[in-house]
């Protein structure tokens, strides 16, 4: 689905990374591991526009769309939940989803049945429907952030981080819903992520980056290799 | 802190259809009845900045675009229209009075367009909504926003002034242009027709108000404040806010435009005295003592503020602006919302009293505490 072909990206003059090349699957879930630092966000960033790749070339489905800016990835299929569990605080929780359905490319009705399907996934948010979406606490939010990337209607689900600092059992409600979206919906998922025992339960993939570059990839099961254990070891 | 948002407007929307009613009523009937001819043509100043106030409130209160050159968009409409009056005042095939005294006998190409009011009039609305617009494509697009925004249509402004200034031979330099004694017809002298400008400008503020309020009731109005929150999140979602942010931009700007095209009849005088870095401040400073965190606050800090001035002004001249400066050190130290916000705390505290369902902030924190893990 996701080709990534010898990119190099980075800030300024700074480059992070270098040369990197990855595929993502038809309904895969890859994730992208690695210590602090080694360009996992700066991937996932330039996967989804927000960097521009200085070098190499980046396809979704066959479609080069390296040039595209990230409103134009979205629409092309691409969905993020950047780091942070970035909500529009200001807004209602029905509002932060709302704004994604009623110019939805696909149709309101369409939009519609993508919240529907997104508020099933993560039931609480119903009952937070009228609330300031400023006043949810991490976990509310991180489910927010995720359900209104999915109301765009993804082929693809970015995901940076999801777990960070939120209470264990609220991570476990986000993996069974990240779960079901890849194994039920068939929705392929790229997950940046340091919490290696939530990416061993969720990922049929991984890839590690070191200093910008991939330095080890594979099957899942192979995670248990002590050499790339070594890898992700701080 | 808690910031305007379209998810304000949860209440019965009877109350602002009431409110807004009542307030209209006051406008038309109260106002004309009991104000003298001074102070009614006084009041429609006023009116004018509330305009402008309303604008500013959506580009900033409502788009987090803080504008410190709106002066310039003013100025825009209000010498457009002051153009037409000055070219209908000198008649046909001649030029106005302060070209002929710079020595100017032809009338430049820039004022031609100027002779007919079919151009004249859209353009108090068109010109400043398309260097709005054009402006606006060109910095947001390269995502300059926050103070660099700010300090570049403060540029913007004194730029304009200086050209204005610069160009006394087809501008009227630092005088602008003056000595307006008809309009459309109508002599401005004639309390008569200074009643039917102050109703025409309170109608305008009307229509402005209810254009802002419905834009930010509109799908449209929650995309800008999704941008104002995050603008990055909203590329995420499929959606170019560049396009989001110059359309409330130009709005803006076209307002203004179309409140300094009136107050040129009201007042009498355009000059860059009105529109330079200081006016446009001020024109902030309205927005932030009245509250932007709703329309109406912008509307009641023009009124406020413009009465104070007025008043105070006459007693202490050279105190007026220091108290200004007081006030909004003030303001944004100690109430950020303004009187707006004020009124919003007194609600909202008033709903605790009566033991509202609503969540107060000690059981919310407490609830966040409860479910956030310490980082």
């Given amino acids: 689905m996701l080709r990534v072909e010898g990119v190099e990206s980075g800030y300024g003059r700074t480059t992070v990374l270098f040369g990197v090349s990855m595929e993502v699957p038809d309904d895969a879930l890859v994730c992208v591991m690695g210590r602090n630092g080694v360009g996992k966000t700066t991937l996932i960033k330039t996967m989804m526009g927000v960097i521009k790749a200085s070098r190499g070339r980046i396809t979704l489905d066959g479609r080069d769309i390296t040039d595209m800016r990230s409103y134009q990835r979205v629409r092309a299929g691409l969905a993020y939940v950047p780091q942070g569990r970035a909500s529009f605080p200001s807004l209602s929780v029905r509002e932060n989803l709302q704004v994604v359905i009623e110019t939805s490319p696909h149709g309101v009705a369409a939009g519609q049945a993508a919240l529907d399907e997104a508020l099933d996934l993560f039931p609480k948010l119903r009952k937070l429907l009228g609330r300031q979406a400023g006043f949810l606490s991490g976990g509310e939010a991180q489910q927010l952030a995720i359900a209104r990337a999915l109301v765009t209607r993804p082929r693809l689900l970015l995901l940076d981080e999801p777990t960070e600092g939120i209470q264990p059992s609220v991570i476990i409600e986000i993996e069974n819903a990240i779960a079901h979206l890849n194994a039920t919906n068939g929705l392929a998922i790229v997950l940046v992520e340091q919490y290696m025992e939530f990416a061993l339960r969720l990922a049929q993939r991984y890839v590690v980056l070191d200093a910008g570059r991939v330095v080890a990839e594979g099957a899942t099961e192979g995670l248990a290799n002590e050499s790339v254990r070594k890898l992700l070891a701080v | ?375």
């Fill in chain 2, 1 to 375: 802190m808690k910031m305007p948002g379209a998810s304000g407007g949860a209440r019965n929307p009877w109350y602002g259809r009431i409110g807004f009613a009542l307030v209209a009523l006051g406008f038309l009937v109260l106002a004309p009845a009991t104000l003298s001819d001074f102070g009614l043509n006084l009041f429609t100043k006023y009116l004018c900045y509330a305009i402008i106030a309303v604008g500013i409130g959506l580009a900033w209160g409502q788009g987090g675009m803080l504008s410190l050159g709106q002066g310039v968009f003013f100025g825009l409409g209000g010498y457009a229209m002051g153009m037409y009056l000055k070219l209908q005042a000198a008649g046909p095939g001649k030029v106005p009075d302060f070209m002929s005294w710079s020595g100017v006998e032809k009338l430049p190409l820039l004022w031609k367009p100027f002779q007919y009011a079919w151009i004249a009039l859209p353009a108090v609305v068109v010109v400043p909504m398309a260097v709005a617009a054009g402006l606006g494509a060109m910095v947001f697009r390269r995502r300059v926003r926050g103070a660099y925004f700010a300090i570049l249509t403060q540029a913007l402004a004194a730029a304009f002034v200086i050209l204005l200034i610069g160009e006394q031979g087809y501008t009227g330099g630092t005088n602008g242009l003056t000595n307006f004694s008809q309009a459309f017809g109508l002599d401005l002298a004639d309390p008569t027709n200074q009643r039917m400008f102050y109703f025409i400008t309170a109608g305008v503020l009307g229509a402005m108000f209810l254009l802002a309020r419905q834009l930010m009731a509109s799908r449209y109005g929650r995309l800008l404040v999704a941008v104002r929150d995050g603008e990055e999140r909203v590329r995420f979602l499929g959606y170019n806010p560049t396009v989001i942010k110059v359309i409330a931009f130009s709005i803006s700007a076209g307002m203004a435009g179309l409140a300094g095209a009136l107050f040129v009849p009201v007042v009498g005088i355009i000059s860059p005295a009105l529109l330079g870095i200081v006016p446009s401040i001020e024109m902030v400073i309205l927005v932030a003592l009245g509250g932007r965190s709703s329309l109406v606050g912008p509307v009641i800090g023009a009124l406020a503020v413009n009465y104070a001035k007025t008043s105070l002004s006459n007693r202490f001249p050279s105190g007026w602006l220091y108290l200004e400066g007081l006030l909004f050190v003030v303001v944004i130290g100690f109430a950020p919302m303004g009187l707006a916000g004020l009124v919003g705390y007194g609600r909202s505290a008033l709903d605790r009293l009566r033991g509202s369902p609503g969540a107060s902030p000690a059981d919310e924190a407490k609830r966040l505490e409860d479910e956030v893990v310490p980082a």
